[in-house]
């Protein structure tokens, strides 16, 4: 897996897991939030059926700033199953 200068990930570290047995390991990537104190944002409930890529659109007019959701909300660990009624921090940018 390649991480280019200048990319969000540039200071990462990167560790390979599975869940299952013998099925070859994936990247993951991990990452620090920084500026979570420092940044303002909306507070958003989240509703069955959206999509990150809806929500930035809904806040941005940008669909494609919808990794932003999870980079500012840690507790989310799997994107494709965020529950109802979770309460997403969308930052102001």
Known sequence: MAIFKGSRYEYSTIDYFTTKVG??????VMYQFSNL??????EHVYTYGERLDQIAF???SRPELWWLIP?????????????????????NV
């Open 23 to 28: 099925v070859p390991a994936k990247p993951y």
């Open 58 to 60: 809904k806040y941005y």
């Open 37 to 42: 104190g420092l940044t303002k944002y909306w």
């Open 71 to 91: 980079e500012y909300n840690p507790q989310v660990l799997d994107i494709n199953n965020i529950e109802p009624g979770t309460i997403l921090r969308i930052p």
